[in-house]
């Protein structure tokens, strides 16, 4: 069957076959992300909740909002901190590591799976596991007082409890990271290598001008989809501090939970909810280009 249009066959069996076989797929698409994103842009103008008052329409108030709280810029500060102190730690131990682990060593493959186990282990798991470790009586504080170091208030502290937090999401990272990285080694052919050795050049010197150009688009990768991990950051924040104290571990994801499921006002966390997509789709969107130029 071809249907045609001016002569042309614009929808032909093979077209219809593929149409067939997506429009599940796109359906679910629609109903499961794409009309949320737009629920959520129209929420964002609208002020009120889901009572039998409703909702109204308020135009950017909520934006403005926004700009004017100072708690909200002070999320912004320390979701900032938080990315940018756990993406940086969470590429260059996994690389150093996957550089290590790529040669032939004894019990490697152990190894491996030991260092990818954090990856598939519950974060509210582990969430409670670091509390547990780092509450003021509890066994590293214990540690510390053997040592004669007085105990820490770790979870207490405006200094500390971000810190707690930022650890939590990189040995969370860890694992994965070390598997793209892996993974991204192996493309590098391994001739580069010995000419470079029959040049003279060093290991060092190998991983800096073989390895790291090889790895740019793993590189590009791992750093989107960490950053991506730690602004969705949510359980640690949730199960560990609870954004204490003093707001001081207050992150994007966790406020927007808080004025929505705490104080109820939906439109100004779906403004909050839109700013974190803009930055999310940024990221995305630098990714996708990086991959185009490679």
Do not use: C
Not at 86 to 104: C, D, E, H, M, Y
Not at 185 to 207: H, R, S, V
Request: hydrophobic share 55%; net charge neutral; proline share 4%.
């Amino acid at each position: 069957m071809r249907l045609k249009i001016y002569g042309k066959s614009w929808l032909d069996d093979d077209a219809i076959a593929a149409w067939i076989f997506l429009t599940p797929a796109l359906i679910l698409l629609g109903v499961f992300i794409l009309w949320p994103i737009f629920y959520l842009f129209y929420l964002s103008f609208t002020a009120g909740n889901f009572s039998a008052a409703g909702v109204r329409w308020v135009g950017a108030r909520n934006y403005l909002r926004l700009i004017l709280t100072s708690d909200f810029w002070q999320v912004i500060g320390n979701t900032i901190y938080f990315t940018v102190a756990t993406v940086i730690p969470s590429l260059i131990i996994p690389l150093g590591l996957a550089v290590f682990l790529n040669r032939s060593l004894a019990l490697r493959g152990l190894l491996r799976t030991a260092y990818f186990i954090p990856s598939i282990t519950s974060l509210v798991a582990a969430g409670l596991g670091f509390r547990w470790l780092f509450q003021t009586d509890g066994p590293l504080n214990n540690l510390l007082n053997d040592f004669g170091i007085n105990p820490i208030p770790w979870l207490g502290s405006t200094t500390w409890a971000m810190p707690v937090l930022i650890l939590l999401s990189i040995w969370k990272q860890l694992g994965f990271n070390l598997v793209v990285f892996l993974a991204g080694l192996q493309t590098i052919p391994l001739n580069l290598y010995e000419a470079a050795e029959l040049d003279g050049a060093n290991e060092l010197q190998q991983f800096w001008h073989i390895t790291l150009p090889g790895l740019r688009p793993t590189l590009v990768f791992a750093t989107v989809t960490t950053a991506i991990f730690t602004l969705r950051s949510f359980e640690q924040v949730y199960i560990i501090t609870g954004g204490g104290p003093l707001n001081s571990t207050n992150l994007l994801v966790y406020y927007i939970y808080d004025q929505a499921f705490a104080q109820f006002d939906f439109g100004y966390a779906a403004a909050a909810a839109t700013v974190l997509l803009a930055v999310t789709l940024v990221l995305v969107y630098l990714q996708l280009r990086v991959w185009g130029e490679e």
